[in-house]
């Protein structure tokens, strides 16, 4: 707690497939993207975080600062879902926590 506040960071690994993607180029666009749009629409850091060289497969991470776990929680949720529904990417695997 840092001046009587409590904080929480929730934390968000997944990972995606990207069928249509023939090189690491095609891969950066398809991924780009996707971390666009969530940006836009959630108030998430994301990154990039493994399978670089995977032209077909990425791992990222996203995370939001809250004072409210479920909050957190309830935001990448929504996160997933999106991912979920995307047509440039299929979801693989995910897992979120709080700390």
């Known amino acids: 707690m840092f001046g009587g506040l409590a904080m929480v960071v929730g934390v968000l ?3 995606v497939l990207i069928r249509g993607a023939h090189s ?3 891969k950066r666009q398809a991924i780009k993207s ?3 749009r969530i940006l836009h629409r959630f108030p998430v850091s994301i990154a990039e975080v493994g399978a ?3 032209y077909q497969r990425a791992e990222l991470g996203a995370a939001i600062v809250s004072n409210d ?3 957190a929680i309830s935001v990448l ?3 997933v879902d999106f991912v979920r529904n995307a047509l440039v990417v299929e979801l693989i695997d995910y897992h979120i926590e709080t700390v």
Request: glycine share 0%; charged share 40%.
């Open 13 to 15: 690994e997944f990972s």
């Open 69 to 71: 776990s479920s909050h």
């Open 34 to 36: 996707l971390k666009d």
């Open 77 to 79: 949720s929504k996160v």
């Open 24 to 26: 690491l180029k095609e």
């Open 52 to 54: 670089l060289e995977n």
